[in-house]
């Protein structure tokens, strides 16, 4: 099987502006030829979208969204954005079920895998975040959740997916996983995957995101199972995403 392409996005939440977008052209310039050997993608907040594929136009960094309704239909749903208008705006990724969307506007793995299906549907890949939260790591139950959370948000069909492993008392901090819990987690994903798709599962890339940066990327790529990263603060400085970038052994 021909080895995965790793894929570097930036999540920009609900941070970059209008004034941050020459920040992926910098990105652009400072990474060089990366973006050929490693996919990156910027996903920033759906106002900017196009104005992000513009400044992409003829560079092969990508562009995403960082989320979509799960109505694939045009139809009235007032303030939704569906994952056709996202790529007729740029987009070729969505994140779906990143863990701010489900604890703080309560999406389930039944409406994720839905957001999931929308985006497959308009031609977009989604990547699937899953993770779980502290309590439940304390609890022991990093398997049992990390593995619900795939079966139920994961749709019928695994071609053209994204799964990100996301501990979410990761997130915005200083604090990682260890590497050998890291590739523990790879390996229980890549085996629930496999379940349900084979072979095929080998396909899928399966991201790791949680305080990557600069000083800890090279370390977590040298995980094995981790095909990339989904960034989160360390995405907004073309300087901090790029040494991300450069730091994958691909890159290098
Ligand atoms: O989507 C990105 C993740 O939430 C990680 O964010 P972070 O890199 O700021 O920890």
């Known amino acids: 099987m021909a080895a995965r392409k790793p894929l570097i996005a930036g999540n920009w939440k609900m941070f970059g502006r209008s004034a ?3 920040e992926i052209a910098a990105l652009a310039e ?3 030829p990366a973006s050929g050997v490693v996919d990156v993608l910027i996903c920033p907040t759906a106002t900017y979208i196009a104005a992000a594929a513009e400044q992409v136009r003829g560079k092969t960094i ?3 969204a960082q989320d979509c309704s799960a109505i694939a239909d045009d139809s009235a ?3 939704e954005i569906s994952a056709a ?3 007729d705006a740029g987009a070729r990724c969505i994140i779906v079920g990143h863990s701010e969307r489900r604890t703080l506007h309560g999406e389930t793995s039944d409406l994720v895998r839905r957001k999931a299906e929308a985006a497959l549907a308009a031609g977009v890949t989604p990547i699937i975040c899953v993770g779980e939260t ?3 790591r304390e609890a022991g139950r990093v398997a049992e959740i990390v593995g619900l959370q795939v079966r139920e948000s994961v749709p019928e069909q695994g071609a053209n997916i994204v799964v990100a492993y996301e501990p979410v008392w990761a997130i915005g901090g200083t604090r990682t996983p260890t590497l050998p819990e890291i590739a523990e987690v790879h390996t229980l994903i890549r085996r629930v995957l496999a379940e349900r798709f084979g072979d095929q599962a080998n396909a899928i890339r399966i991201l790791y995101g949680g305080s990557v940066g600069p000083k800890n990327a090279a370390e977590i790529f040298s ?3 981790v095909d990339g990263a989904l960034v989160g603060r360390a995405s907004l400085k073309a300087a ?3 040494a991300i970038i450069l730091a994958h052994p691909a890159a290098s």
């Open 20 to 22: 941050d977008l020459g």
């Open 30 to 32: 400072t990474i060089g």
């Open 62 to 64: 990508l562009i995403g």
């Open 77 to 79: 749903r007032t303030g």
């Open 85 to 87: 208008m996202l790529a």
């Open 134 to 136: 502290q309590a439940e």
């Open 223 to 225: 995980v094995e199972g």
């Open 240 to 242: 901090d995403f790029a």
